[in-house]
Structures are given as C-alpha cells and as structure tokens.
C-alpha cells in the first residue's frame, strides 16, 4: 500500500504521461487514513479516537474514553490482527498496564510501517464464523463491498474460512452512505453484530483492496468496467 506522499507522487508522475488515475490524492487519503472519513461513517461504525503523538498521556487520555470498554488499536491504515492478543485486542481500555503492553508491541509489530499515529475502535462483539487456521484470531461474519461511482461493482464474503451459511447484509443504508464517500472507487467492509446490526468496519481505497481467494476475478474487472461511466473511460 502507498501512503499519500507515495501516492501524490505516482498521481503526478502518471499525469506527465496523460495517464490519469481513477482516484486524485485527496480521494485516496479520504478512505486510506480512517480519521480522514470517520466523520462520514460515524453512524454505522464503532467509537473511535486518534492521536499522531504517540506518547503515554495521549494514549491514556484517549483510552479513558472508553471507560473500562474492550477495545482495539491500530495505526490510520491497518491493525495487527492476526498477532490478536498480543498486539491489538484491549480487554479493558481503563487497564493502563495493559494498555501500554499492547500498543507498544503494536508500535514494535509496525516498525517503520507504522501509519500517521494510532487509532483507538471500540470493540463489537460480532457474530462468529471460526477462528483462523494459522494465527487463531477470530473471524466473524465480514464482507467486503466494492464501490465505483456511488454504485456497487460486487460484494465479497470477507475471509475464505468458515462457513457463512444464509448470511446476507443489508446494504440499503451502507449504498446510502457510499453516495457520501469522496472516492470514485473504493471498498467499504462491513460485518454483523450478535445482536443483528449490520456495522462499517473501515473503509479502503479501491486500488490497493484486496480481492479475497474466492472471488471470481474475471467476473469483477467485467463488472468494474461496465461501472465506469463512458465520460471517464
């Protein structure tokens, strides 16, 4: 993944050679930096807080917002996930101890990958599909939506284990919000709550999201260029 100084950088080189990308710089840094787009999905994702000061009293002023709440950290970008308990799950944000074990192991896991600062998410119990054959973090019921221009190119279950069986979104909301998104191409993930709320777990720039190994990718790129309106192609 580009940061937005890489990005700028590729954006403008492309543009000296008529190329133009489908997404400006400040598109890309709109769903690449959850900060940077929280204020759009607030309604539908969890509580979050940020700090670019990565030092004890900033990280404890922004845990105690969370009272004695679990929750999650991570950089603007990504989390340490699959290393779940040791570096980003919080089981209590008023246990300062455990607060400091957890994000400094995170800050030591993302060395110079680290993105901007941290982010502090509260933690939603959301409905189980297993737990991960390699690192054992859970894996709930997530899927990964694709937008381009306002519209839904395809919808993705998230990971490739475990069983979804009927599971479904509702997306009727979530297309609401996508028409708020300063992005042409982007993917929103989405996953369901155990008590059958349908939440945002973050956004992401189109260009450098993943298609999972179930997708069927012929199908998406056909998909992707009948989204794209003739004026841009």
Known sequence: ?????????????????????????????????????????????????????????????????FGERSIIVKDFVKSEKHKWNEACFIPNASDSDKVAKIVNKFIELRGNSLNEGLVFRQFEALEQLTVHSKSGMPLTKEFRIFFAYKKIVKVFYYWDEGDYGETKPELDHFVEIAKTIDSDFF???????????????????????????????????????????????
């Open 187 to 233: 993917t929103m993930d989405i996953a369901k709550k155990k008590n059958g709320d349908w939440i945002i777990m973050e956004l992401g720039d189109g260009q450098v999201a993943g298609l999972p190994d179930n997708a069927d990718r012929h199908e998406f790129y056909y998909k992707l260029k009948q989204s794209i309106p003739k004026s841009s192609s």
């Open 1 to 65: 993944m580009l940061n937005p100084t890489q990005y700028q950088n590729l954006y403008d080189g492309l543009l000296k050679k008529n190329i133009e990308l489908i997404n400006s710089p400040a598109s890309y840094k709109h769903c690449h930096y959850l900060p940077e787009s929280y204020h759009k999905i607030q309604s539908k994702t969890p509580k979050s807080n940020w700090t670019k000061e990565i030092d004890h009293d900033a990280i404890c002023k922004l845990t105690r917002e």
